[in-house]
């Protein structure tokens, strides 16, 4: 029922495949339906229960106790819902069931298992009727699936999906694979053809291939791997050899019977007699005999580590024939039979003894960083291998582990630290850009302060306490005590300054060696101008016995002086006076004015509001100016509305003179000016011009100024009533963290003198001065604290570099201790040591440590057993081939015994214990041993010999004197020592000599200080040959392995400007301004120059450079004259009033003591504060209201914003008359910036300032304000030191290369000399031969004397050199010269120098060697980006002799594996051109390799066709098709029946091109295109071939596409010319109803019209 109603349940079905399938499905189901309801209208069964989805699962506690429920209802088959009672209520499903209810921590007890993927499986096969296509393209798409599911993780019990999915979402049971196509087995081409196996009658030839890839992924298996033919070569003359000895391979090695027991058996067959042994019984013969055996045993070594048995081993001859069968021995002789026994060394494998126990972790501590490490152990050699036995494996092994133990110390930590800053110098920097100006002094501004890095150990005293703490308990627990005190929670011990340790064990940034600071410049005093004098007041108060006092004027200390107030001139001067008080009464303002007899306006008094103020100016009790009379009112007017109105009096002016005398008296001005004239009648009138303006005398005391003068404050010196100590706490080199920690050192006091000084006189007594503000002549002060030279403890002695050099011999060596300075001396402190460097020989040993071989004398030659060989043909009892052996052990250097394991370690390879020998017998040469070459009497061209004799017997035998058999000398030519240098690759970088540093300051190396231009040298490598061209030591050309070569480092040229020009004036004469001053461009920086300075943006060539200056105000003053009387511009000049204009003379004046006095130039007096000289105002008329003048603006505050503005104020002078009103009294203004509104970055009379110090072509720019200072100065780029040069980058060989690199310590700022670009510098590496050992090839298959059997073959370790570049296999050398190589040939370290091999028999079918290993392939899908996996293969072909003996050829083999890097390979037809009916076919592998195999089987490209008739006619062919066709340049002409006719030369059109000279000319000619053409490639001209008919005989498209195109053209004529032949119609004429407009022309602003 499901499957007809339930959508969601009906299986997906592909449309293209099963399209029937569904329509029949649903069919059946509309039928099934239909009938359905019909015999079931009225049936219960069209009711069914529905079930919704379980809810959560809920309870009280976790696990399986809870509960979830679901909805149950009765559906009707048409899906509404019904009443239950209409559904079945014994099928009614449950809705709650037990559930297991889940809790976080149920997620580390549940997780889900995953299964193992499945084997892909084609998606064609999932389907429905899918087959899979029968060509693979790439590969073929697949699914896999997996099981998965919840499992408990304890005991990996099953558990429901719905706990692991509460955590996690159920992982995939199925994903998407790709099959891999199938790959067919891809062989090479066949090899040429074999000579024929046999010289005359019937043989065979065999050609073999190898297979390339193997067969993977189901594909095709391999082909024969080889073809064989039959061959005759002439026919045999006489019968062919039929027979061949073969022999056998050696048995194992057989332990012969032991001497006692052979004599056992020979006394069993002789019977019990016994044979007595001499008695030697002379003592002296006896002691010689002891002798001999010792020294015998001795030399003799026996070892404990070599069991070595020589015993003996056999082997079968026997006789072959040519089809393989094996005959009797008699069929091969007569012929020397080869030996069937020889002596062995019986075969013991290598027995080791067990493990050793693991060794402790090389760790012993808890290292956050890394918490696992390695731990060892050993084993070592009982049995070494003998003869054929398995080698040794490995004697040690190691093992990740972490230290054991609850109480695991901490590991070193190892940290930098840093001295303290040194103190800050500018000469640092001024000798970066010029080295003379590196001792001046008294500089200030931008420096730079230096100190040194060192690293020490962070926690040396943590482990030091844990240490003896460790101890300690060990003590108490052997006392059975434990320790009171828990570890780490009671620590209480003192840090102290660590030593230094290597600075490679820290970690991490190194902390800056040098930074910028700052030196204040000193400030000089700057003082305001001399204040009024002021009131004749007492000397002192409070004693008023005389009638003398003093007026006292003061001045303020406008810029505070770096040394105190004390370096200020004096600030206080007085002159005597008469009739002092020490109180006065003081204005303080004006109350407005009140017209007399309470009137609106005329005249009136002012009442002054006074205070009482002392001699000091300040408030006291109005009491205490009780006998003062107090200020009287001052009389005023108030103007009426039709009265002349004038200005307020301006302040009095300076005084004119400071004192006066007989002839000079000062003088006071002060003016007012007319604000508005009288109304005529009824207005009082202006007063003429005098009276606006009034003159008083001032300063009428006499010229006697006193003031007192002080000196220089002298050195602080010691206060004994100071009772603190001048001393430091800083003991035992302890660190103190916090400076608020130290003691503070003890006061002292300073002195000066003061005396009294009579202006222009000089020295006066001192009661000339008023005794009250005398300055004092002494303060305290504090004493400089002495600072003691702090240091480090002596760091532990550094390790002795190794005794030994490479030939073994002792070499002094030294080992050091230093020390850093933390802390300098200072005030007197304890000076630092003078040496902060030890240093002391190292222990020398007495015998350099290393190990060698000693191998001992050869024992005598040991024949096989006699009763053994006894029955061999031609066998001799004392004579033969034998074996022989030897004992090894291994010493010191100095000769003394050693354990066997160091020389497995340390020494070369182990000798040979065994050798082959020969004992000769009777008829057999003996001879002596070679002697040594003689010496050559000049080389190259000279020989040398070497001889032996013939002993004993065999100088008598004939046989022995035949020299060809065995020669007595031998000569060769004398070794050429002529050596040819050759100079190889590039040259290396311009490198300056390691000497050219100087000495820098506290170890700080900057740019400045290391030599970085001049005159260097660069190197080229020096390669040096012997006479046969092969690779030498460098030494043998009498080269040190470099050719040098001056060379030239540009030194930088900084950016020169020319010198400065002369100080402009001060942009202002008083007050603070500027001055100019400038340079220009001379040269440009180059080679990494100091940049220029910022040029000025108009002209780029000039440099500027402006400094503040000022001056004192009071030099020059403005001298503003009275107003002038208003010129009024306006109509009505009865009245007087109106616009108007009212100047005034403003001169410069020489400001004296005395007062202005002469006039000079404007520009001397501050500009800012000249008075206005004209001014335009509005003249009121009468009745109006008149103001007083403008007050001065209000200063804008800042920032500098339009919401902000500035005012200034007024008040009315005269009442307005009636009707009439007074205007604004409060004007306001804008602030704009640089306008109104400025923003003084510095000033030089404030609290802000700025300096400057030049370093001549360049400065340092310190600007200083009262928060904060910003440091401005050109910094050189500093630079590391260079490094000590790398390893070079090959060992051997031509193209080693050394590296040396700096990096940047500081980088450039400002306008400092910019870093180097060269961050290292190469060099070639001295040339070494590169020797390594090779392999001969392989001998042939040796099998003595006769044709064929098992034998072996074998190839030599020989010594190669080469230049290291890959390029050829090098040349062979002397063994010797790899004497110091591991015995290995490319890595491989089991060396096979013989194995054993078969040589066929004539006729015998064989397996070939193994082919080489294929280049390794890569089965991918190209394009894809799918890759399985690389492979490479390797084969063995069959070889076959016999034609009767094919069917007994053993099966051809082959064997793969996996490699890495595999290059993908795409595979193609390939096909030659026909030839006849018949082409060639081939598949070619993408990198041009023809192969078989690997192509599609699908669809190849024939080789051979035939058409009917045949394509008999001059240029045809046959196609594939089998269609007769022209060759190219040719066209077909067909017959009726559609047949070829013959074939036509295509008319060729030439189109001429740019090159042709015949260019203008249009030719189209026919050509024979057979013949050879006269354009050649390359030429400018080319031909096109016009071909109407395609290769199947039909037209071409295009040629339909011409025609088309012409009938076109054909009709479009046509048209043309009908449309102008045809007769045109008269036109009629039309009645116009309406008018003729105007033309009217519209200019649209368009300037074409």
């Not at 103020?613 to 103007?639: F, H, M, R, Y």
């Not at 080389?939 to 002993?951: A, E, P, Q, W």
């Amino acid at each position: 029922m499901g499957l007809c109603w339930k959508s969601t349940q009906i299986p997906h079905i592909r449309t293209g495949d099963c399209r029937y399938l569904q329509v029949t499905i649903l069919l059946f189901c509309g039928i099934w339906k239909a009938a359905h309801t019909q015999t079931a209208d009225n049936s219960k069964s069209v009711y069914f229960w529905e079930t919704g989805p379980w809810g959560r699962c809920m309870g009280s506690d976790c696990g399986p106790g809870g509960s979830q429920s679901r909805a149950v209802w009765c559906a009707h088959v048409d899906g509404w819902t019904t009443l239950h009672t209409n559904c079945d209520q014994a099928q009614r499903p449950s809705n709650q069931q037990n559930c297991f209810r889940v809790c976080d921590w149920h997620k580390d007890l549940y997780d889900w298992q995953l299964g193992a993927w499945n084997v892909c499986v084609p998606v064609s096969a999932r389907t429905f009727g899918g087959l899979r296509p029968k060509v693979c393209a790439g590969g073929e798409e697949g699914t896999q699936t997996r099981e998965v599911g919840c499992i408990l993780k304890s005991d990996g019990a099953p558990a429901e999906d719905i706990i692991c999915e509460y955590f996690e979402p159920k992982p995939r049971l199925e994903q998407a694979c790709l099959i891999p196509c199938p790959q067919d087995c891809v062989v090479s081409q066949y090899s040429p053809w074999t000579s024929c196996s046999k010289t005359c009658g019937t043989g065979l030839q065999n050609r073999v291939r190898s297979v390339l890839v193997p067969p993977l992924f189901e594909g095709a298996a391999c082909p024969n791997l080889t073809e064989f033919q039959t061959c005759r070569t002439a026919t045999c003359k006489g019968p062919e050899g039929m027979y061949s000895m073969k022999i056998g391979s050696w048995s194992p090695c057989f332990v012969p019977e032991s001497r006692p027991v052979r004599q056992a058996k020979r006394r069993k067959g002789k019977g019990s007699g016994t044979r007595e042994r001499p008695v030697f019984k002379d003592p002296e013969t006896r002691e010689l005999i002891q002798k001999k055996r010792t020294r015998n045993r001795l030399n003799r070594q026996e070892s404990p580590f070599w069991d070595i048995q020589v015993g003996y081993q056999t082997r079968q001859v026997t006789c072959t024939h040519r089809n393989g069968s094996t005959i009797g021995l008699s069929h091969c002789i007569p012929r020397d039979l080869p030996l069937t026994v020889q002596s062995c060394l019986l075969s013991r494998d290598c027995e080791l003894s067990e493990w050793s126990n693991w060794g402790t972790c090389t760790k012993a501590c808890m290292d956050p960083k890394s918490l696992r490490d390695q731990r060892s152990r050993s084993r070592q050699v009982v049995q070494f291998p003998v003869g054929e036995g398995q080698d040794c494996p490995s004697l040690e092994e190691t093992e990740a582990c972490e230290p054991e133990g609850d109480r695991v110390p901490p590991c070193a930590i190892y940290t930098w630290r840093t001295t303290e800053w040194s103190d800050c110098r500018v000469d640092l920097l001024l000798s970066q850009q010029d080295r003379r100006r590196g001792n001046m002094t008294g500089l200030c501004g931008g420096g730079l302060q230096t100190r040194e890095v060192y690293c020490v150990q962070a926690n040396a005293e943590l482990l030091t306490y844990l240490n003896n703490l460790k101890e300690k308990e060990e003590g108490q627990a052997q006392s059975q005590q434990m320790p009171s005190v828990p570890p780490l929670l009671s620590v209480s011990f003192e840090i102290t300054e660590s030593p230094p340790v290597d600075s490679k064990l820290c970690e991490g940034r190194v902390p800056n060696t040098s930074q910028l600071c700052i030196t204040p410049c000193p400030i000089e005093c700057e003082v305001s101008p001399w204040g009024a004098w002021g009131p004749c007041t007492f000397e002192n108060c409070d004693d008023q016995a005389g009638k003398k006092g003093y007026k006292i004027r003061t001045r303020q200390i406008a810029n505070k002086p770096t040394d105190g107030p004390g370096a200020c001139p004096h600030l206080l001067e007085a002159v005597p006076c008469d009739d002092p008080s020490c109180h006065d009464w003081q204005l303080v303002s004006l109350e407005p004015c009140i017209p007399d007899n309470e009137k609106e306006c005329g005249p009136g008094l002012q009442t002054p509001q006074v205070q009482c103020v002392n001699s000091n100016g300040e408030l006291v009790e109005s009491d205490q100016c009780g006998g003062i009379p107090a200020p009287e009112p001052i009389p005023c007017e108030v103007p009426c509305s039709r009265d002349c109105v004038l200005s307020d009096w301006t302040p009095w002016s300076t005084c004119s003179q400071t004192c006066s005398s007989k002839t000079i008296e000062g003088k006071q001005m002060r003016t007012r000016s007319i604000l508005a004239y009288n109304a005529g009648e009824g207005g009082s009138l202006c007063p003429n011009s005098s009276a606006l303006q009034d003159m008083r005398n001032c300063n009428e005391h006499a010229c006697t100024v006193y003031h007192w003068q002080t000196g220089v404050w002298g050195p602080c010196t010691e206060d004994p009533s100071a009772l603190a100590l001048n001393t430091t706490t800083v003991t035992n080199l302890k660190v103190v963290a916090n400076p608020a920690d130290q003691v503070s050192c003890s006061m002292g006091m300073q002195t000066r003198k003061v005396i009294c000084v009579r202006v222009n006189v000089g020295q006066v007594p001192p009661k000339k001065c008023p005794e009250g503000p005398r300055p004092g002549t002494m303060r305290p002060c504090r004493l400089a604290c002495k600072k003691d030279c702090i240091l480090t403890p002596l760091s532990d002695w550094t390790p002795c570099p190794p005794a030994c050099d490479a030939a073994g011999n002792i070499v002094k060596r030294k080992q050091y201790r230093y020390r850093l300075i933390i802390q300098l001396p200072a005030n007197g402190g304890q000076d630092c040591p003078e040496v902060l460097k030890e240093d002391k020989d190292c222990p020398a040993p007495k015998v350099c440590p290393g190990f060698r071989w000693k191998s001992h004398k050869w024992r005598r030659c040991q024949l096989v057993p006699w009763f053994i060989r006894q029955d061999s043909p031609g066998a001799q009892e004392t004579c033969g081939p034998g074996l022989q052996t030897r004992a090894v052990s291994c010493r010191q250097l100095d000769g003394t015994q050693a354990d066997i394991g160091e020389c497995l370690k340390f020494a070369n390879s182990m000798p040979l214990i065994s050798q082959p020998c020969q004992l000769p017998c009777q008829d057999d040469c003996q001879l002596t041993n070679w002697s040594k070459f003689s010496s050559c009497t000049a080389d190259c061209v000279g020989v040398r010999t070497r001889r032996r004799m013939l002993i004993g017997r065999s100088k008598k035998k004939d046989k022995c004197k035949n020299t060809q058999m065995y020669p007595l000398s031998e000569t060769q030519y004398c070794p050429c020592d002529k050596y040819n240098a050759l100079p190889v690759g590039n040259w290396s970088d311009c490198i300056l000599p390691e000497d050219g540093r100087v000495e820098s300051i506290l170890g700080m190396r900057v740019q400045g200080d290391i030599k970085e231009c001049g005159q260097g040298y660069r190197y080229q490598a020096m390669v040096c040959y012997d006479q046969e061209n092969r690779l030498v030591e460098t030494s043998r050309c009498n080269s040190h392995g470099y050719l040098e070569e001056a060379c030239i480092i540009p030194c930088p040229s900084d950016c020169k400007l020319s010198e400065w020009s002369n100080w402009s004036r001060c942009s202002k004469s008083c007050g603070s301004g500027v001055k100019v001053r400038s340079k220009w461009l001379r040269e440009k920086p180059y080679n990494g120059g100091r940049p220029c300075p910022k040029l000025d943006h108009i002209n780029q060539a000039q440099v500027y450079e402006v400094v503040p200056c000022a001056s004192d105000c009071t030099q020059y003053v403005w001298l503003a004259e009275p107003w002038s009387v208003w010129k009024v511009s306006n109509v009505d000049l009865k009245e007087n009033c109106g616009e108007g204009v009212q100047t005034r003379k403003v001169r410069c004046m020489l400001n004296t003591i005395d007062g202005p006095a002469d006039p000079v130039e404007d520009y001397l007096c501050d500009p800012e504060e000249m008075p206005l000289g004209a001014r335009e105002s509005r003249l009121p008329c009468p009745e109006d209201c008149v103001l007083s003048d403008w007050s001065s603006w209000s200063t804008c505050r800042l920032p500098c914003t339009r919401n902000n503005n500035r005012i200034r104020t007024a008040y009315p002078l005269r009442a307005p008359g009636v009707g009439r009103d007074c205007p604004e009294t409060t004007d306001k203004d804008p602030c704009h910036l640089n306008a109104n509104c400025f923003n003084y970055f510095y000033n030089i009379t404030g609290k802000q300032y700025v300096t400057r110090h030049y370093t001549g072509k360049f400065y340092c720019v310190c600007f200083r304000t009262s928060l904060f200072t910003v440091v401005e100065c050109p910094v050189n780029c500093q630079m590391s030191e260079w490094s000590a040069w790398s390893v070079c980058s090959q060992m051997c060989g031509l193209e080693g290369r050394m590296w040396r690199r700096r990096i940047v310590v500081q980088a450039s700022q400002g306008d400092g000399r910019p870093c180097p670009t060269q961050m290292e510098h190469w060099k070639p590496c001295p040339v070494r031969p590169c020797y390594r050992w090779e392999y001969s090839p392989w001998s042939e298959c040796r099998v003595e004397d006769v044709v064929c059997g098992d034998g072996l073959r074998f190839r030599n370790l020989t010594c190669y050199v080469s230049d290291g570049s890959g390029q050829g296999e090098g040349s062979l050398v002397d063994e010797e010269l790899c004497s110091g190589l591991e015995l290995a040939v490319n890595g491989d370290t089991e060396i096979t120098l013989k194995e054993a091999c078969t040589l066929p028999c004539p006729g015998e079918c064989y397996l070939m060697e193994w082919s080489d290993w294929s280049s390794c392939v890569s089965m991918c899908v190209k394009g894809a980006g799918v890759d399985f996996g690389s492979v490479q293969v390797r084969s063995r072909a069959v070889m076959a002799q016999e034609p009767e003996n094919l069917q007994l050829c053993p099966d051809q083999d082959w064997e793969s594996r996996r490699c890495t890097d595999g290059k993908c390979y795409e595979y193609k037809w390939m096909s030659s051109t026909w030839t006849g009916s018949s082409r060639l076919t081939w598949c070619q592998r993408s990198d041009g390799l023809n192969v078989t195999g690997g192509c599609s089987p699908i669809n190849p490209p024939v080789d051979n066709s035939s058409c009917d008739p045949p394509c008999l006619m001059p240029k045809s062919f046959c196609t594939e098709a089998g269609v007769c066709m022209c060759d190219e340049g040719y066209t077909e002409v067909l017959s009726t029946d559609g047949l070829l006719e013959r074939c036509t030369p295509i008319p060729i059109l030439e189109i001429p091109t740019a090159g042709d000279k015949r260019g203008d000319v249009k030719t189209s000619r026919a050509i024979n295109p057979t013949l050879p053409t006269t354009i050649q490639p390359g030429r400018s001209g080319r031909t096109w071939y016009l071909q109407p008919f395609g290769p199947d005989g039909k037209l071409k498209i295009w040629v339909y596409g011409v025609a088309s195109g012409a009938f076109v053209l054909l009709i479009f004529i046509v048209s043309m010319i009908y449309l102008a032949c045809k007769k045109p119609k008269k036109p009629q004429r039309q009645r116009q109803n309406n008018r003729l407009k105007p033309l009217t022309l519209a200019y649209d602003g368009d300037a074409d019209m």
